[in-house]
């Protein structure tokens, strides 16, 4: 099984059936028959074939990432494996979102390098682009929603972004009950973030509109959610504690941002991954298994949508 998901991976990453063939080391004529014997186990059509190049399906594109994952993680566990009598050791350089690293992150890093006395540990917090591949960092801790072919990357928490704000907001400004009315409130986000995306679970719909606030920072923007300035678009994990205590609310919970994202520890696929990386990832996963375990919030009542 996991041998024909790496040759449709390769027929992704390379665009062709023939450069699947090349990569994977076989004759053409044998990624086609995989890639039909897969797709009638599965009973979708996951490639759609020309005499020049493949096109993913939309279901092929859905599996495909899921592929990545399955393939990064047999890839990082044979790495585990084949390190395991190496003892993690010298630099090791990540690169971490800022609210990430600084709520779930940082916390770890005690109880790491006491764990792991010969790792120089540096621990950069930006929300910038990171091309891993320059090699200024070893491993970096991002929210996307894609993978690239060159990366490796391990899911720490999905990232379904919701709609929230304060009950002091809520009671001043009153309930949205549509989308329409959404548009006409505060609303609160880092320059970037809009227009927001979001899937009422029949159609995607664009909420164009500027932050009440501007601000190039999302922690800002996290900031003036938690002041009562308006309504956020934010991940769940970056208001779990503030949604359980009740301080920030759940609103039009039927409504959800529609980018499938979620918050990846990702490092470059073609080098010689280091143990300080795997164990560093092990050692951070226990931090999110709480947000991944953590039963839905309580919401206000779900409202019609426009």
């Known amino acids: ?107 770890q890093v005690p109880g790491f390098v006491s764990r792991y006395p010969e790792v120089q540990l540096e621990l950069d917090l930006n929300d910038d682009f990171i091309d891993l591949r320059k090699g200024r960092y070893d491993l970096a801790i991002r929210v996307t929603s894609v993978i690239e072919p060159w990366q490796e990357a391990r899911l720490l928490v ?61 922690e800002v923007a996290r900031d003036l959610l938690l002041g009562g300035l308006g309504i956020a678009l934010r991940s769940p994990w970056d208001v779990a504690e503030e949604l359980r205590n009740g301080s920030v609310i759940h609103i039009m919970p039927e409504i959800r941002g529609s980018a499938d994202t979620g918050l990846y520890a990702i490092y470059p696929r073609d080098r010689l991954v280091q143990p300080s990386v795997l164990a560093f990832i092990e050692h951070i996963v226990p931090a999110f298994r709480w947000l991944r375990d953590e039963p839905q919030p309580q919401s206000l009542v779900a409202l019609p949508q426009a």
């Open 1 to 107: 099984m996991l041998d024909d998901y790496a040759i449709f991976a390769r027929i992704v990453e390379s665009g062709s059936l023939s450069g699947a063939a090349r990569d994977s080391g076989v004759a053409i004529s044998t990624v086609s028959k995989r890639l039909g014997a897969l797709e009638e186990r599965l009973g979708v059509r996951l490639v759609q074939r020309t005499t020049r190049h493949v096109a993913i399906t939309e279901a092929g594109q859905q599996f495909y990432r899921k592929v990545a994952t399955i393939l990064a993680a047999a890839r990082e566990a044979e790495g585990m494996v084949a390190n395991r009598q190496q003892q993690p050791s010298g630099p090791l350089r990540i690169s971490s979102a800022v609210l990430a690293g600084r709520m779930y992150v940082s916390p």
């Open 158 to 218: 999905s990232n379904h972004r919701i709609l929230c704000c304060t009950p002091a907001y809520l009671a001043q400004h009153g309930q949205p009950r549509t989308i329409a009315e959404l548009r006409r409130h505060q609303l609160l986000g880092a320059l970037g973030q809009f227009p927001w995306r979001l899937d009422d679970g029949r159609r995607e719909v664009t909420v164009d509109g500027t932050s009440l606030v501007r601000t190039n920072s999302s």
